[in-house]
């Protein structure tokens, strides 16, 4: 079921030394969890770590519910890049390998890393991996050419990408609007919301003179709880992966259970607040789920 992880097995959650956990968490049983990805800034912009669980509360639909799963912002990461690979990206092409490579060298240890193309298709050139020198190898296959499904590329990732247990995250960057999707945009952000997976944008060249480029991905990133940056050059998307990564190093997983109400509601609006601190905390997150 989208946006929702089920199973009637065991599912396994590891914390790894985190003052809520000492050892591995086992839930049994029929599983039912909605996971919600989670950022906090303080009113200087600054990202907040160090929040406990109990200083969390999530609002579903205006009802608070309890959260049964809780990932710090130390938790392990697994991320998926999605980079257009078309004709128009030729020229930036080699700024866009240096900065995935270096994008990729940067993560913590323990995190995990994809690597996809897309022209008028989706291509995954490296699958989900702990290892620093295969994605790097991958980006060496990248070529520019062809049309841009983007929209296609961005609903098919998000929904993949949903099935892996723990914190995910997609970052994709593109240089223009969307000429070889089956999908609309329409309905690009409404499969990305579904899946929840928080999706973070990267506008460069084109599309940042292209309305409907800009609107979409601005769509998805505040829908998912992601967020967008604007490289005005391609020498700016070193600087925009690295913001884009300390902006991953400080999000938190937050997960509860839906209830079995909310069948008969399908769209259900998700709210996610800071208590008990000494100065207000914003939070960005995805802003609800959908039962089908």
Same mark, same amino acid.
């Not at 897309?118 to 291509?123: A, G, N, P, Q, R």
């Given at each position: 079921? /989208?946006? +929702?992880?089920? /199973?009637? +097995?065991?599912?396994?959650m590891l914390f790894a030394a985190t003052p809520e956990f000492s050892q591995d968490i086992?839930?049994?049983?029929?599983?039912?969890?909605?996971?919600?990805?989670a950022t906090v800034f303080d009113d200087h912009g600054q990202a907040v770590a160090g929040l406990t669980k109990d200083q969390f509360a999530i609002l579903d639909?205006? =009802?608070?519910?309890?959260?049964?799963?809780f990932e710090p912002t130390y938790g392990v990461l697994s991320c998926a890049l999605l980079l257009d690979t078309t004709g128009s990206m030729r020229f930036a092409m080699p700024a866009v390998i240096n900065a995935a490579r270096d994008f990729i060298t940067d993560l913590r240890p323990g995190d995990s890393v994809a690597v996809y193309a897309f022209t008028d298709h989706l291509e995954q050139l490296q699958e989900m991996t702990t290892d620093r020198d295969a994605p790097a190898t991958a980006l060496t296959q990248l070529r520019a050419d062809g049309r841009?499904? %983007?929209f296609d590329s961005i609903a098919q990732l998000a929904l993949d990408l949903e099935k892996r247990p723990g914190k995910k995250a997609i970052v994709v960057l593109t240089d223009g609007g969307d000429n070889? /999707?089956? +999908?609309?945009?329409?309905?690009?952000?409404?499969?990305?919301? =579904?899946?929840?997976?928080p999706i973070f944008a990267v506008a460069e060249g084109e599309a940042l003179h292209d309305n409907a480029a800009a609107n979409l991905l601005r769509d998805l990133a505040d829908a998912t709880g992601g967020s967008m940056y604007k490289a005005k050059h391609s020498k700016e998307i070193e600087v925009v992966f690295q913001a884009v990564g300390r902006y991953l190093q400080n999000g938190y997983l937050l997960a509860f259970q839906?209830? $079995?109400? $909310?069948?008969?509601?399908?769209?259900?609006? %998700?709210?996610?607040?800071?208590?008990?601190? /000494?100065?207000?905390? =914003?939070?960005r997150a995805r802003t609800g789920y959908l039962i089908e």
């Amino acid at each position: 079921m /989208s946006s +929702l992880l089920r /199973s009637s +097995l065991i599912l396994f959650m590891l914390f790894a030394a985190t003052p809520e956990f000492s050892q591995d968490i086992t839930f049994e049983g029929e599983v039912n969890l909605v996971e919600v990805y989670a950022t906090v800034f303080d009113d200087h912009g600054q990202a907040v770590a160090g929040l406990t669980k109990d200083q969390f509360a999530i609002l579903d639909n205006g =009802k608070a519910r309890a959260i049964r799963v809780f990932e710090p912002t130390y938790g392990v990461l697994s991320c998926a890049l999605l980079l257009d690979t078309t004709g128009s990206m030729r020229f930036a092409m080699p700024a866009v390998i240096n900065a995935a490579r270096d994008f990729i060298t940067d993560l913590r240890p323990g995190d995990s890393v994809a690597v996809y193309a897309f022209t008028d298709h989706l291509e995954q050139l490296q699958e989900m991996t702990t290892d620093r020198d295969a994605p790097a190898t991958a980006l060496t296959q990248l070529r520019a050419d062809g049309r841009t499904a %983007l929209f296609d590329s961005i609903a098919q990732l998000a929904l993949d990408l949903e099935k892996r247990p723990g914190k995910k995250a997609i970052v994709v960057l593109t240089d223009g609007g969307d000429n070889a /999707s089956v +999908l609309n945009r329409e309905a690009a952000v409404a499969s990305a919301r =579904k899946a929840g997976v928080p999706i973070f944008a990267v506008a460069e060249g084109e599309a940042l003179h292209d309305n409907a480029a800009a609107n979409l991905l601005r769509d998805l990133a505040d829908a998912t709880g992601g967020s967008m940056y604007k490289a005005k050059h391609s020498k700016e998307i070193e600087v925009v992966f690295q913001a884009v990564g300390r902006y991953l190093q400080n999000g938190y997983l937050l997960a509860f259970q839906a209830p $079995a109400e $909310a069948k008969t509601t399908p769209w259900h609006d %998700l709210r996610v607040v800071v208590k008990d601190t /000494s100065e207000p905390l =914003k939070v960005r997150a995805r802003t609800g789920y959908l039962i089908e």
